[in-house]
């Protein structure tokens, strides 16, 4: 088998996937603190409350504390000549090849959280689907988007 792509994703991708995961936490408590005073208003059976409860703490430790340190420590990616190579996943590792003579074109995209943050993210198109590489530093989407841009112009020319 083939070695691991050799990019990581920066640090900061760590904690923009725990503010996700506490925005996600947060929703959750909300809807658990409507579900809490229908139990208390409706004399609902106490179990539905507590089940509520349990699933914003176990939201709170999986999806802020637990996920985004395994998923920072899976994602990988590379840009070569003739490939780019994506590694991600949380429990199942997924490796993705893009030949290069099917990229179709190279997007980046910054919403508010990422551009508090100074990320990008890049979205490569081909005819199938787009592949998303998240969360790069700005400086390096722009230089990626441009890498993978001029190597699929090169690989299409040789065809």
């Known amino acids: 088998m083939r070695e691991q792509p050799k990019f990581q994703l920066p640090k900061k991708a760590q904690t923009v996937w725990r503010l996700y995961g506490i925005i996600q936490t947060f929703i959750i408590a909300l809807l658990t603190g409507g579900i809490v005073f229908l139990t208390v208003r ?6 539905i409350m507590w089940i509520a409860i349990a699933l914003v703490l176990l939201s709170i430790a999986f999806s802020v504390i637990v996920f985004p340190s395994i998923r920072w420590g899976i994602w990988r990616y590379e840009v070569r000549e003739q490939e780019i190579e994506i590694q991600s996943g949380l429990f199942v590792v997924k490796r993705t090849l893009i030949p290069m003579v099917r990229v179709q074109h190279v997007d ?10 100074m990320l990008a ?16 530093k700005v400086e390096d989407a722009d230089e990626l988007r441009t890498k993978i841009s001029e190597l699929a112009r090169v690989a299409e020319d040789d065809v």
């Open 108 to 117: 980046t995209e910054q919403g508010p959280i990422l551009k508090k943050y």
């Open 42 to 47: 409706f004399d609902w059976p106490q179990w």
């Open 121 to 136: 993210n890049i979205s490569i198109s081909s005819a199938a689907t787009v592949h998303t590489i998240p969360m790069l």
